[in-house]
Every structure is written in structure tokens, then in C-alpha cells.
């Protein structure tokens, strides 16, 4: 019972957030001018703003931050490093460079979704090349992964360097988090994708929590390297798949798994779930404050979460003395 009331919870808590998201931005809305625009045949200036534009960011959000919470969790575990988040691989770097190209060359928002995923996998399989080919442990796939991630960076500086300012200005809000481009046709596909990944990322519980003992330990009750690579892929994808629909968002696989392996201590088979609940409600309240303290401008809520993610940083130091 102690199980199921805290999953409640956790959904209640995401309920409020969802309806507090519902109300605040540029133009605040009352619970009774929601209930309204809510309403089948309603025409009004609420109806358009909150079904046409906050509801697709609300959603965008949920599926952001449930897959780089997942994503980070699964990173942290198959790495064995507290501070390994989805962009470890280089995955911000490819999609960086693939949306910025999509971006220069004045191409359809769609292409940029497709550039940026393109360009996360690519990176990944380069890394997961290296790994196989050389035989990386731990530490050396963490720098490969960093060091892919600015070759791509210097590669979108390049093209920075070589574009109108219009674009490069239309690229940096891409790279700072961005959720304004929501759109239902995309939403759909996201969603039913990074609900199957989760669930597989669910099924490899035992194989995570034994891996917390390290990896002789591990691999002499049985967690096999194509075990291994499956978990790796799914973070990745996860990873991938919220970069190419948000932008570059930091910090949210690097918290959220911290924060929820505290309240709900090691264990994978609830660790992931709410480290999703956690993700999802943590994302949407910072993409509600961008839209909120500066009207009638817009904080990217990459900015938002970090200046969280540097708060975060200061308190860890501070506790494990780093």
C-alpha cells in the first residue's frame, strides 16, 4: 500500500504542476477561464493560447523530461559515475551540429527533429564503435564521449561563423532548450517511443541493481555484454530522442537521478518510474517559470534548468566534499 499511495502521490503532484503549466505565462488564466476554453465549441483567445500552444508544451515536457531523467538514471548506473548524464556520449553535440545545419539551411521545423536525432545517433555509434574496436573501459568511453562532443561543438561554431545572424540567432535559442515548437503530429510518435524504451529500460531492473556491485561481481551472476549494450542503447535513444525534440536541455538526467535514488533509495524497479514522474514535473515547472518571471519574454528552460543544475552542483560538492 506504502507503494501505491507514493506513486499517487507523485501523480497528484504532476496533476497540479500540469494545471499550475495550464495557467501561468505571458498572459495568466484563472481556473474557471480553463474550464471554459476546455470546453467543446469554445472560440476564445484562451481556447487558441491553451489548447494550440501550452497544452503541446506541457506534453513536449513531460516526454522530455520522463526520457533525460531515464536516460540519466541508466547512465549512471552502466557507467558507475554519479555524474554521468544522457549528453556524456556526445549526443548534445551530434544533434548540435545536425539541427544547426537544418537550421542555416533554412530547412522545415521537421527536418530540424530528424538533423538533430541523425546527428545524436551518429555520434553514438562513432563512440560505441571505439568502445568495441578498443576494448574501452568506463573511463575511456567517458572521453571519447567528451571528446566527439567538441569536435561537434566546434563544428557548430563553424557554421556560427559562416551564417546570417538571423539564423545563428534562430540556432542558439535551439541550443538553449527550446519547447516553443510543440506541435500534436510529433507528440504522438514521441510519447508511444520513450514509453516503450522506459518499459524496456524497466525490464533490465535486476540487471542494474546488480551492477551497483560492480562489474566482476556482475558478470560472475550472469549480466552479459550484449545485456550491457541493450541498456546502453536505450539510454542513448532516450537521450537522443528528447535533444531532437527540445533542444539541448542540461542537467534534468543529472539531478533527477540523484534526487530520487535519495527518496526512494537504489533500487531500478522503482528508481525509474519516479525518477520519470520526477523528470516530467521537474521540467514542466521550469519551462512554466521561463514562460512566467520575465513577461512578456521567454527564458529558454535550458537556462532555467541550469541555474538549477548549478545550484546542484554547489550542494553535492559541498556534502561529499568533492
Keep these: 500500500m506504502n507503494k501505491l499511495w507514493r506513486y499517487i502521490l507523485f501523480l497528484f503532484i504532476l496533476i497540479i504542476l500540469v494545471f499550475f503549466a495550464l495557467m501561468a505565462g505571458t498572459e495568466f488564466y484563472s481556473p474557471r477561464d480553463i474550464i471554459h476554453a476546455l470546453t467543446p465549441g469554445s472560440d476564445s483567445t484562451a481556447h487558441t493560447i491553451i489548447t494550440g500552444i501550452r497544452i503541446p508544451r506541457i506534453l513536449l515536457a513531460l516526454v522530455t523530461g520522463a526520457a533525460l531523467a531515464v536516460s540519466g538514471v541508466l547512465f549512471q548506473s552502466i557507467l558507475k559515475n554519479p555524474l554521468a548524464d544522457p549528453f556524456i556520449m556526445g549526443v548534445s553535440g551530434g544533434a548540435s551540429l545536425g539541427a544547426s545545419l537544418a537550421i542555416v539551411f533554412s530547412l522545415p521545423n521537421i527536418f530540424i527533429v530528424i538533423f538533430s536525432f541523425a546527428g545524436s545517433i551518429f555520434v553514438v555509434l562513432f563512440v560505441h564503435f571505439m568502445s568495441s574496436r578498443h576494448s574501452f573501459g568506463t573511463s575511456s568511453l567517458i572521453l571519447t564521449g567528451i ?38 503530429d510529433m507528440l504522438a510518435g514521441a510519447g ?13 531492473h535486476k ?25 546502453f542503447w536505450i539510454a542513448a535513444l532516450l537521450s537522443a530522442l528528447s535533444v531532437s525534440l527540445a533542444g539541448v536541455v542540461g542537467f534534468v538526467g543529472l539531478i533527477i537521478p540523484h ?28 519551462d512554466t517559470t521561463g514562460r512566467s518571471i520575465a513577461p512578456p519574454y521567454e527564458i529558454p528552460v535550458g537556462i532555467i534548468t541550469g541555474f538549477a543544475g548549478g545550484i546542484f552542483f554547489l550542494i553535492y560538492m559541498t556534502r561529499r566534499r568533492v
Excluded at 194 to 204: E, F, S
Aim: charged content about 15%; proline content about 2%; some cysteine.
Design 207 to 231: 540487471h542494474l541493481d546488480i551492477l551497483s556491485f560492480g562489474e566482476q561481481f556482475s558478470r560472475n551472476l550472469g549480466v552479459t555484454g550484449s545485456e550491457l549494450r541493450h541498456i
Design 147 to 184: 571528446s566527439v562532443s567538441f569536435i561537434m561543438s566546434s563544428g557548430v561554431l563553424l557554421i556560427f561563423a559562416m551564417s546570417r545572424s538571423q539564423d545563428v540567432h534562430r540556432a542558439m535559442m535551439w541550443l538553449m532548450g527550446d519547447l516553443s515548437q510543440a506541435r500534436y
Design 259 to 286: 534526487l530520487a535514488r535519495s527518496i526512494f533509495g537504489p533500487e531500478h524497479r522503482k528508481l525509474i518510474p519516479l525518477s520519470a514522474f520526477c523528470g516530467a514535473g521537474f521540467l514542466i515547472l521550469a
Design 192 to 204: 508511444i517511443s520513450c514509453g516503450i524504451l522506459i518499459l524496456l529500460a524497466l525490464r533490465y
